[in-house]
């Protein structure tokens, strides 16, 4: 069973740059894991971000991005917001099994 | 607009079952999957499973595999998720959403608005 491993929190300033990675416990995220990210507030749904490692939805504030990097995958929030105080959740999908698997969470605070 | 509305909130004993639907509209029901996912109280989200367009063709978390059960009703646009044998520690809020899936992209967009099931005695 794939483990899919996030920072458990991470603290930024209002205006900052802060990167979040997600990885796999069978190495190397790609492409193919088609990372999906996305953003949780107490008591709400979660709220789709970043799709395919980095493609936006249509209300996907500017700010927020996805990559790969250094072998995991990555969101990247710019220009921090107080509002973008949340727990974030990747999604990554394991082909072979046609199964999801997400990570364990990042709980960010703007401070 | 999309729209995936929930039922309402369940209460069970433990070795029950639950069946939990989710109505979608606003959107072309059989060209995208449906997944499950859940969130114990406190906890992180938990993916459960997910039905293909046809509803063919299902795919479950390996730990949930022998309890839950994915189905959908073309007809009335609304996709069920069945959970047996029910145990304290699946009382949790249980969300269904939808995935935009073709050769090169994987989109999860959509949610429901959450349904709270309380496994107690």
């Known amino acids: 069973q794939t483990v899919v491993t996030q920072e458990p929190s991470l603290t930024v300033s209002p205006g900052g740059t802060v990167t979040l990675t997600c990885a796999s416990s069978?190495?190397?995220?790609?492409?193919?894991?088609?990372p999906n990210w996305f953003q949780q507030k107490p008591g709400q749904a979660p709220r789709a971000l970043i799709y395919?490692?980095?493609h936006k939805h249509s209300w996907t504030p500017a700010r927020f991005s996805g990559s790969l990097l250094g072998g995991k995958a990555a969101l990247t929030l710019s220009s921090v917001q107080p509002e973008d105080e949340a727990e974030y959740y990747c999604?990554?999908?394991?082909?072979?099994?046609?199964?999801?698997?997400f990570g364990g969470g990042t709980k960010l605070t703007v401070l | 607009q999309v729209q995936l509305v929930q039922s309402g909130a369940e209460v069970r004993e433990p070795g029950a079952s639950v069946k939990v639907s989710c109505k979608a509209s606003?959107?072309?029901?059989?060209?995208?999957?449906m997944h499950w996912v859940r969130q114990a109280p406190g906890q992180g989200l938990e993916w459960m499973g997910r039905?293909?367009?046809?509803?063919?063709?299902?795919a479950y978390a390996q730990k949930l595999l022998d309890r839950v059960t994915i189905t959908r009703d073309i007809s009335t646009s609304t996709v069920y998720m069945e959970l047996g044998s029910l145990r304290s520690e699946d009382t949790a809020v249980y969300y269904c959403?939808?995935?935009?899936?073709?050769?090169?992209?994987?989109?999860?967009?959509?949610w429901g608005q959450g349904t709270l099931v309380t496994v107690s005695s």
């Open positions: 606003g959107f072309s029901f059989t060209s995208f999957f």
């Open positions: 959403g939808r995935e935009w899936a073709d050769s090169s992209i994987r989109s999860f967009d959509d």
């Open positions: 039905i293909g367009p046809s509803g063919e063709d299902t």
């Open positions: 999604l990554l999908y394991c082909g072979a099994v046609q199964h999801w698997v």
């Open positions: 395919s490692t980095n």
């Open positions: 069978t190495g190397t995220v790609t492409s193919g894991y088609s």
